[in-house]
């Protein structure tokens, strides 16, 4: 009896769990493409950061608006090596917090911790319409960024007269060169991947950069028409819509690793 996914070819972009995302597809009978396209990189300066924890741990932060699941341990790194891992936890618990969505809600159920609230949206504009009747006007706001500001945000509370207290501490890198990226475009545009699975903005932002720095911007486009697109969840599917790209498998809800490996066998299966 054959396995569902035999004789398919899935490229994986994704780098932090790209062997466990590997194996869940392998044992359905696929054969996986490794291309991890964006690493994720300890802030390169860790004095704002420590200076940010540092802050938490004084209580000068009235509310904490954590993003990502992957800040909350990145600070909790950062804590560690500063000597204030269970100040920075305890910190946390007597703090207000907000998570994006159910990720950072499970970074911090690791440390014994809960949200106040949890956007129901997992998206900037999700974050906003959490806070929107909370009492922020003179407290003190600490946002967790990841790769970029976020201006958004930030206009918000200001706008109804908070202070806030911005830290970023990872960064994204480049993980493949651009030599492996433009194989695997070479690859998506002759039929030879039957599904490429994206897990974040920043990989689709790496793709068109290392395309458009080679010239293949038209190999690229022509390679995503031609193969079936899996996005982890809508948010990023609408980042690739944006960009022209086709997204053939979503999950509406339950943005796992292990939900999206089901859509994937059930839209090949069909």
């Known amino acids: 009896m054959s396995l ?17 995302l590997a194996r869940l597809l392998e044992v359905e009978g696929a054969t996986t493409l490794r291309c991890p396209l964006v690493s994720i ?52 618990a007597r703090t207000k917090i907000v998570a994006r969505g159910p990720k950072p809600g499970q970074a911090l159920k690791e440390i014994g911790l809960a949200p106040a609230r ?30 970029e500001p976020n201006p958004a ?22 993980a493949s060169d651009d030599d492996r990226v433009v194989d695997l475009i070479a690859n998506l545009e002759r039929g030879a991947i039957d599904v490429l699975l994206l897990t974040s903005s920043s990989q ?6 290392a395309a458009k720095q080679r010239g293949v911007e ?13 996005a982890v969840g809508p948010i990023l599917a609408e980042r690739l819509r944006r960009e022209g790209a086709k997204v053939d498998i979503c999950p ?3 943005f796992v690793m292990k939900n999206l490996v089901q859509h994937i066998k059930r839209a090949l299966a069909e």
């Not at 802030?43 to 540092?54: E, G």
């Not at 949206?121 to 407290?139: D, H, K, Q, W």
């Not at 038209?218 to 899996?230: F, P, V, Y």
Request: with cysteine; proline share 6%.
């Open 153 to 174: 945000l930030e206009h918000f509370l200001v706008s109804v007269g908070a202070c806030v207290r911005t830290v970023m501490p990872y960064i994204y890198a480049p």
């Open 4 to 20: 569902p996914l035999e004789g398919r070819t899935i490229a994986l972009a994704e780098t932090r769990q790209l062997e466990e």
């Open 41 to 92: 990189l300890d802030a390169p300066d860790p004095s704002p950061v420590l200076v940010w924890l540092r802050d938490l741990c004084a209580d000068r932060l009235d509310y904490i608006v954590i993003m990502t699941g992957e800040a909350l341990r990145r600070l909790l790194h950062f804590a560690d090596m500063d000597g204030r891992r269970d100040a920075v936890i305890a910190a946390l």
């Open 218 to 230: 038209e190999t690229l486009q022509k390679g995503l028409s031609r193969t079936r697109i899996a």
């Open 118 to 147: 949890v956007a129901a949206v997992p998206t900037t504009e999700g974050v906003i319409a959490s806070l929107r009747n909370e009492p922020l006007t003179g407290l003190v706001v600490g946002v967790t960024l990841y790769g």
């Open 204 to 209: 689709v932002d790496r793709l068109y950069e």
């Open 252 to 254: 509406e809800q339950g």
